[in-house]
């Protein structure tokens, strides 16, 4: 599920996010140690199809929005069947 996050300064609207409703937690989902070197666009890029989707990595992993990532952070990967790519728009 999609939802739409509206981001507004003196009553204007500077950003409109659209991000997906964290999934539970399923015995599909991958879970990864990160190592030196790992960025969260690269492993988006391996296990979703698109770099674009590094956002709903950090989204359910509740980390701040950043591409680089420390190495030894236990991560989670779920598998999600209905996972679509887009080149325009990622997940």
Do not use: H
């Amino acid at each position: 599920m999609r939802r739409n996050n509206l981001i507004k300064r003196n009553g204007k609207i500077v950003q409109s996010t659209n991000y997906q409703a964290v999934p539970a937690e399923s015995p599909s989902d991958i879970w990864l140690i990160t190592q030196d070197g790992d960025r969260l666009d690269l492993l988006a890029e391996e296990y979703y199809g698109s770099y674009r989707n590094w956002w709903f990595i950090c989204q359910v992993n509740d980390l701040k929005p950043n591409i680089a990532i420390e190495a030894g952070v236990k991560l989670r990967i779920p598998r999600l069947m209905s996972m679509r790519t887009n080149n325009s728009e990622g997940i």
